[in-house]
């Protein structure tokens, strides 16, 4: 497929400088072929895997289209969900910085629908929405439809998926017969292909090449193991590989609840995303997840549609999607942007393999099984990682106090080289057990765990922080559930231990238990003053996270 360079494609003056802001400067297969097509003002229908540039294939053309003299929507966006919806407008928006006076906006449910009716006053000249809102509106007489020029169809068999079918077509039926009707979709079951001939005339068909579906920069692999073992086999590999923004893919919005309750257990920063999830918790865990404050995000495949989130390093199949396409649709959440990217599934049975050997038939990619690493694999990774610490730790100096006491140890019958092994077995022997049953482990982070959240360089908390030698994280039995905040807990275990807050480091609340930090002098007078008692009305137990 041809590839083009954006001033190769004969675009106004305003769109090439937005287009040079946003630091594109190839257009990506889709684009390359899909815009030339669009600016001639034919129909198109294009297929290509998400995270190919298909806003900007369509976004481009639509803007070159709008007048922005005339007060009037000229161009209209349906997307299957809100994030999406709000996405693509804040796309359009880039592309048309330098076009003086445009309006853009999203309209979607879970957002109050008078804000959107006072924005649809004044002349928007591109609504992007949900079928849904759109409907709303339509039938509000708040969004007039009369002057369109353009109609995208984002996700289209997405949007069929979700049920959107009725109001998709009602939509078009509302706009004028003269217009340029586009549609997206990664596939093109049979609902599709019906739609098209309703709605479109005489249309290009746009499509990225199976080969290029999965991305070479992807390494992937799958393992055959227990079910129980997932999670436990995840949190190796983060180990393993020092990852740090990862997605887990799960079939139902249960399991991704299970799921994500799993690794905060485990002692991980994750986070569920499904349909269920009201408007603003969606956004609120999608920024912290790009902030990376979230490092897990377990998601149902509609929740992660289309969900454009750089650098993530890994994603993981707990579940084994239903279909080959949606194999590639996940996995294409990693390696974007030239970037490498892992992508691992779980095995569990037979079934499970004949699914696998489906989606390498689809992919035309050998899925290569992957072991383990062995214990003493591990302990190597381990050692460099420490060797490497070390040499750090040494160069930057201000060790001083810490060899005056090798003296004292000496005087308590301790040599060098009883210290450093006993040392050595400290900081190795809890990293060494090897992956075993979930309900076998405890729930608590071990330390190796705690290292690995260390290296996040985690900010919040108060006078001290995570990976400060004298603090020592503490488990709490009270969490979100109880509706307990960071700051009842400072002021809980202030109180009761009567010590100042400033002794009080990294708070990280989970739904039924929390972990906090507290400076090492205070571990004796917190554990017998708080554990029995009660913060904010709630008897609380309190012991040292393994
Ligand atoms: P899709 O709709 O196909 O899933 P998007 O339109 O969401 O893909 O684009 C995915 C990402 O790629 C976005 O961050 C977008 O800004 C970026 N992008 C799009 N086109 C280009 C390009 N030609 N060069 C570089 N990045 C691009
Ligand atoms: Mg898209």
Do not use: W
């Not at 769109?15 to 899909?34: C, H, L, N, R, Y």
């Not at 895997?49 to 709008?66: D, H, N, R, S, V």
């Amino acid at each position: 497929m041809k590839q083009l360079n954006f001033t190769e494609l004969s675009l106004s003056s305003e769109i090439q400088k937005a287009v040079g802001d946003m630091g594109f400067v190839e257009a990506t297969p889709i684009q390359s072929e899909a815009i030339p097509v669009l600016l001639e003002g034919h129909d198109v229908i294009g297929q290509a895997q998400t995270g190919t540039g298909k806003t900007a294939a369509f976004g481009i053309p639509l803007l070159e289209l709008i007048d922005t003299r005339d007060k009037v929507t000229s161009a209209l966006v349906m997307c299957p969900t809100r994030e999406l919806a709000v996405q693509v407008a804040q796309e359009i928006k880039k592309l048309a910085k330098y076009k003086k006076g445009i309006a853009v906006l999203a309209v979607y449910g879970g957002e109050q629908i008078q804000k959107q009716i006072n924005a649809l006053k004044r002349a928007v000249h591109v609504v992007v929405g949900t079928p849904g809102r759109i409907m709303d509106h339509l039938d509000r007489k708040t969004l007039d439809l009369s002057e369109l020029k353009m109609v995208v169809l984002d996700e289209a068999d997405e949007m069929l998926n979700m049920g959107f079918r009725e109001d998709m077509e009602a939509i078009l039926k509302h706009a004028p017969k003269e217009r340029q009707t586009v549609l997206f979709s990664a596939t093109m079951p049979k609902p599709i292909l019906e739609l098209t001939k309703k709605f479109q005339h005489d249309p290009k068909l746009i499509k990225v090449t199976k080969s290029e579906l999965t991305v070479s920069s992807i390494e992937q692999g799958y393992y055959d193991i227990k079910v129980s073992q997932k999670a436990d086999v995840i949190a190796q590999l983060i180990e393993q590989h020092g990852l740090k923004l990862m997605l887990v893919f799960c079939n139902t919005k249960r399991k991704t609840d299970e799921v994500t309750e799993q690794f905060q257990q485990l002692g991980y920063k994750a986070e569920a995303i499904h349909g269920d999830l009201r408007q603003n918790q969606r956004n609120n865990v999608l920024s912290r997840f790009k902030r990376g404050d979230v490092n897990i995000l377990v998601a149902t495949d509609v929740a992660a549609r289309g969900i454009d989130v750089e650098n993530v390093e890994a994603v993981f199949n707990f579940d084994l999607p239903l279909d080959a396409e949606n194999y590639v649709h996940r996995i294409g959440r990693t390696g974007r942007a030239g970037k490498s990217g892992r992508a691992y599934s779980f095995v569990t049975g037979r079934n499970d393999m004949a699914k696998l050997r489906d989606i390498e038939a689809y992919t035309k990619v050998k899925i290569e099984r992957q072991h383990l690493p062995s214990g003493k694999e591990r302990m190597d990774l381990a050692k460099s990682k420490l060797a490497t610490r070390l040499k750090v730790l040494i160069e930057e100096g201000d060790i001083d106090k810490y060899e005056a006491m090798i003296a004292d140890f000496k005087h308590e019958g301790i040599n060098l080289h009883q210290l450093t092994s006993a040392l050595l077995k400290m900081h190795f022997a809890p990293m060494m057990t090897p992956v075993k049953e979930i309900s076998e482990r405890s729930t608590r982070r071990d330390d190796n765990e705690r290292e690995h959240d260390r290296g996040k360089g985690r900010k919040q908390g108060r006078g001290k922080h995570s990976g400060e030698a004298n603090m020592v994280r503490l488990f709490l039995s009270v969490g979100k559930k109880d509706k307990i905040s960071k700051g009842d807990i400072v002021g809980g275990i202030s109180g009761l231990a009567g010590i100042d807050s400033s002794n009080i480091g990294v708070i990280d609340i989970y739904d039924k238990f929390s972990f906090v930090e507290v400076d090492t002098h205070f571990l004796n007078k917190v554990l017998s003053k708080v554990n029995g008692n009660k913060i904010k009305s709630r008897k609380v137990s309190v012991e040292i996270a393994r």
